[in-house]
Structures are given as structure tokens and as C-alpha cells.
């Protein structure tokens, strides 16, 4: 099932969308095309359950295109039951198309009040059906607001990029002089995804937010974005497991491919003890760079060096009393990590410590072609050093700690056996929630997105896009199930 959306008048060209397709992973995948001008949103699984999940009353598709196989053949997909559903997700002006134009397609989309029209047919059909809904529903045309973004990280960041791309006026506050200050601070951050073998919400989240990360991205063809694959060792008995729970579940070679130790090392550049699972759409960000890239755009307003000390919702719109200034804006978004509880009552969500070191390149090192995971992690030469690993502590400190390097440098020891020289390293503070799902959503007439804990760089852009689509009131980049699993009262609800 295919489902398109907006602006019609601007083309697709076919090469370009098959370089974009996903693939195939169960679950609702966005793909942008046009600056996020057009999206399609491809479904894998099956049309029974599928449909339901992309139901929402206030969600409107603006086309379908229906391709599954004869009624002959497939009788399921050209029921009753699902024509209605297809009229319950359109608008008055949503259009369909199919190759079909059997008696029963005809009179399923006719009962359900589309008008039909029979023109000719694509490659070797002689006709084929296109047809218009002719519902009460009337169109949701989203305007241009004026949208506060508190927190100029990586959620920040591509929200305001994703936001700005669609012609809404955004004002950007960080209390840093820059973006990019706080736990998206580090060097570098390595963008993979956390598979699970089995399917659920969770599961589901992270391998469309990882896939989805990858081709954000790489649309921003910027030089801060290295997508040069990430391979993880399968090292002990847990790793291994995993590993082969995952081959089990999946036996293409487009999500990951299984490396022996030789084959591994051949590619990584570094003689290796373990083989393990080459992920290709994985890689790594300098998120200074590429939030910088992000917020250098004409329609973002940057206001760094300003506290964001208040917000007041009033009859107008959101009044932000900064350090500096007041503001009267439409919308507000908090991605301002752990500190979103300065504005809001958010349970499930905390702080916690985690420090990287750098060490020194070196012969051995230096021609390592990607990052390589077993723990912790090892990332290729920055400058004249990599990056490894990262701690977890229940400390609040800010300082670095001898201790949380040593226990850096140990787990080097699964990847590497030579001394390794310490050069320093940096300390940061992860949003976490209670169930490792990030927190976005809307609550409270403000929009959220936060808790990315040790993964921003991979489920930041996809929260961003679902959050923009929430403000513009447009189809959804995630299915049902997913929005209620990372919704920002879920804890409150379980309590
Ligand atoms: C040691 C360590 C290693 C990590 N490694 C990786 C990795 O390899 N890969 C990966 O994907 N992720 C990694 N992470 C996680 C990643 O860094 C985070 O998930 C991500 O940076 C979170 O981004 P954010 O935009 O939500 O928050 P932040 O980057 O923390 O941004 C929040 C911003 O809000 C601002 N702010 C707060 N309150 C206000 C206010 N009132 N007014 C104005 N501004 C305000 C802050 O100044 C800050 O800049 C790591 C984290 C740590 C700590």
C-alpha cells in the first residue's frame, strides 16, 4: 500500500525515488522528497493491520495509489472493509489510482462516495481507474506560524531546519553561545540503529528513526555527515546471540551484512579479533557541524546566549520571557533535554553521566574506515585523535574522571591490544527515560521532543519530522502504535 500527499504539480523522477525506497521493514516509512515538500509514506505489512494503525481522524491522505495484485487473486485488499477505510483517511479533494478496474474495485470505491473516471491504462494495461473523494471532509491546509524552539541541540536543531523548510518562521533560543553546546557536544556521534529481532513498537521506532536519520542526512549533503557504515562486534555470548537472532530474523543483506573476522578487518583497515554485523546506513556526525548546517537558514531566527526563563500561554499565542527579551509566538517546542522540566511536568525522564576519551592516533589507527562497536565504541581519526566510549554514571559531576577513562580504555580491550595514549575527553549529561524511547509528542498545548538518551544522532530528525507534522496537522511519519509508545505522558498514564 502507497500512500502519496501533496503539492501533485511537483514530479518525482522514478530513479530518484528508487534510490530513496527503504528497505523492506515492517511498519510506516516516510520518505521526503522536494525538501520535505513531498512526502511518501510507504507501508510494509499487511493491508489488514497496516490500515488500521495509519487511522486518525484528524490525518487526511491527499492520494492513494492502490496496487495489490487482482481482486481474482488478492480478494482482501478490494473489500468493503478497506474501501472504507480509505474513505475514512480522505479529504474532499484526495484522489486514488489503480490499474484495476474490475467490477468489484469500481463498486467498493463507488459505495464508499469516490467518483470514478476510467483513462488509459500504464505500460501494457489498456485502462486503468483514477477517481476523486467526494467527503465532507475539507482539507487541512497548514499556514506559516511563528514557532518557538527552546534548546538548540540536535532535536533542536533539525527541527528548526525541518520547520523552516516548510516556510514557518522559527526563532531558536540556547542559553550557549552556539548550538550544539550541551550532550551534542561531543566531537563526533555515531549514528546506528538498536535492532531487536522481534517486532514492536520499540523495535519498530528504532529501525525507522535509524533509517530515517541516514537519509535526512544525507539530503542535507553536508560534509559534517559520514555515512560509512558502523560494524558491531560480535564478541561474547550476549553479542553473539543477538547477532544471530538478528541473521535468524532477517536473512537479506539490506539492513546488515554478517563479516568474518578476515573480512571485517579487510574493511574496517584494523586487524580485528571478532567478525560481526556491518550496518552501511550507519555512520557518524560532527554534530557542531552539522547543527550549525542546520540552523543556517533564512527563515531561523538564532538567539544564542539566551535563557529562555518563562513561558506564559496566553490568549495571543506563547509570551517567552528571555534573558534578554519577550516574545509573543504561535507554537513552542521544548527541546531543551532534562530541562524540560523547567516548563513542564514530565515524569520517566532524568539525567545521567556519561564521559568520552581521546586518545592518540597511531599506526595501527589511523587508517580505521569506520566506527566499530563492542561496548563501547571506537571511532575513526578526528584531527589527529579517535574517540572512545562512553561512560555511565550516576554522578552529577562535571568534571572528568580518571576512572570513567580507565573503564573507556578496558573495553577497548574486546577491539584493541596495543596501549592506547589518553588525551583527554569530554562530559555529558544523556536524557533518559524509563523505557530508553525518547519523549515526543504534544502535552499541555506544548509540543515536546527530548530524551534521546545514547541515540539523539539516530531518533532526533524522525521526532523532529513527526513533531513538524503534528504542527502542520499532515500525515504522520510514524504509525499509531509508535506515536503512543514515545508520547510524553506515557509514564503518567502507566502510574
Ligand atoms: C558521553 C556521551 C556519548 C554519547 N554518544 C552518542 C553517540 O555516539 N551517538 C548518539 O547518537 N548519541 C550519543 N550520545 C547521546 C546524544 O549526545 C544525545 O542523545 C543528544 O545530544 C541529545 O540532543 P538534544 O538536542 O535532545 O539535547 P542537548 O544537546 O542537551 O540540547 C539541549 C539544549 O537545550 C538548551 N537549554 C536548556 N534549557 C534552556 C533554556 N531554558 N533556554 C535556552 N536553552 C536551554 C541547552 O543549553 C542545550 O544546548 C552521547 C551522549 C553522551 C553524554
Not at 459505495?111 to 465532507?136: C, E, H, P
Not at 520517566?348 to 576519551?357: F, L, M, T
Request: aromatic share 10%; charged share 25%; proline share 3%.
Amino acid at each position: 500500500m502507497k500512500v502519496l500527499s501533496k503539492y501533485p504539480s511537483l514530479s518525482i523522477q522514478s530513479e530518484e525515488l528508487v534510490s530513496k525506497l527503504p528497505l523492506n521493514a515492517k511498519g510506516l516509512h516516510r520518505i521526503n522528497f522536494a525538501d520535505g515538500r513531498i512526502n511518501l509514506s510507504l507501508v510494509y505489512g499487511d493491508l489488514k493491520e497496516t490500515l488500521s494503525e495509519l487511522k486518525n481522524p484528524f490525518i487526511k491522505y491527499d492520494a492513494w495509489y492502490l496496487d495489490g495484485f487482482s481482486p481474482g487473486n488478492n480478494p482482501e485488499m478490494w473489500s468493503k472493509k478497506i474501501a472504507a477505510c480509505i474513505a475514512e483517511s480522505s479529504h474532499s479533494e484526495t484522489t486514488f489510482a489503480t490499474y484495476s478496474e474490475a467490477g468489484v474495485v469500481r463498486n467498493n470505491l463507488e459505495r464508499v462516495n469516490f467518483k470514478l473516471s476510467k483513462i488509459k491504462g500504464f505500460g501494457d494495461k489498456r485502462r486503468m481507474l483514477t477517481g476523486k473523494y467526494q467527503g465532507k471532509y475539507k482539507k487541512v491546509t497548514s499556514t506559516s506560524k511563528s514557532i518557538g524552539i527552546i534548546g538548540a541541540g540536535i532535536a533542536g536543531c533539525s527541527l528548526a531546519k525541518i520547520l523552516a523548510n516548510r516556510g514557518h518562521k522559527v526563532f531558536i533560543f540556547d542559553k550557549e553561545e552556539a548550538p550544539s553546546c550541551s550532550a551534542s557536544g561531543n566531537p563526533l556521534l555515531v549514528t546506528y540503529p538498536r535492532l531487536s529481532s522481534h517486532d514492536s513498537p520499540y523495535a519498530r521506532f528504532s529501525l525507522t528513526a535509524y533509517l530515517f536519520s541516514s537519509k535526512f542526512y544525507d539530503d542535507m549533503k553536508t560534509k559534517f555527515w559520514k555515512k560509512s557504515g558502523v560494524l558491531m562486534l560480535g564478541f561474547d555470548e550476549n553479542s553473539k546471540k543477538r547477532e544471530s537472532d538478528l541473521c535468524n530474523a532477517r536473512q537479506d543483506t539490506a539492513l546488515f551484512e554478517k563479516l568474518s573476522k578476515k573480512l571485517a578487518s579487510k574493511k574496517a583497515g584494523l586487524l580485528l579479533n571478532h567478525g560481526g554485523l556491518f550496518f552501511k546506513d550507519a555512520g557518524y556526525i560532527n554534530p557542531k557541524g552539522i547543527c550549525q548546517d542546520m540552523v543556517d537558514h533564512e527563515g531561523i531566527q538564532k538567539n544564542f546566549n539566551e535563557e529562555v526563563q518563562d513561558l506564559l500561554q496566553e490568549r495571543e499565542g506563547f509570551r517567552f520571557k528571555t534573558s534578554k527579551n519577550e516574545y509573543i509566538l504561535d507554537q513552542v517546542c521544548l527541546c531543551n533535554a532534562y530541562m524540560v522540566e523547567q516548563f513542564i511536568e514530565l515524569e520517566g525522564i532524568s539525567k545521567k553521566r556519561g564521559q568520552v576519551s581521546y586518545i592518540s592516533s597511531s599506526k595501527t589507527l589511523e587508517n580505521l574506515n569506520f566506527p566499530i562497536c563492542a561496548g563501547g565504541y571506537l571511532s575513526p581519526k578526528f584531527g589527529d585523535q579517535h574517540l572512545i566510549g562512553s561512560s555511565y554514571s550516576k554522578s552529577y559531576s562535571k568534571e572528568l574522571s580518571e576512572k570513567e577513562h580507565s573503564e573507556n580504555l578496558k573495553k577497548m580491550k574486546i577491539i584493541l591490544k596495543e596501549g592506547l595514549e589518553l588525551n583527554g575527553g569530554r562530559v555529558g549529561f544523556r536524557t533518559i527515560t524509563k523505557d530508553r524511547l525518547p519523549i515526543a509528542g504534544f502535552m499541555n498545548g506544548i509540543y515536546i521532543n527530548a530524551g534521546h538518551g545514547s541515540r539523539g544522532s539516530s531518533s532526533a530528525p524522525l521526532c523532529s519530522e513527526y513533531i513538524a507534522d503534528l504542527i502542520d496537522g499532515t500525515t504522520l511519519p510514524i504509525d499509531s502504535s509508535v506515536a503512543e509508545a514515545i508520547k510524553p505522558d506515557r509514564f503518567k498514564v502507566k502510574n
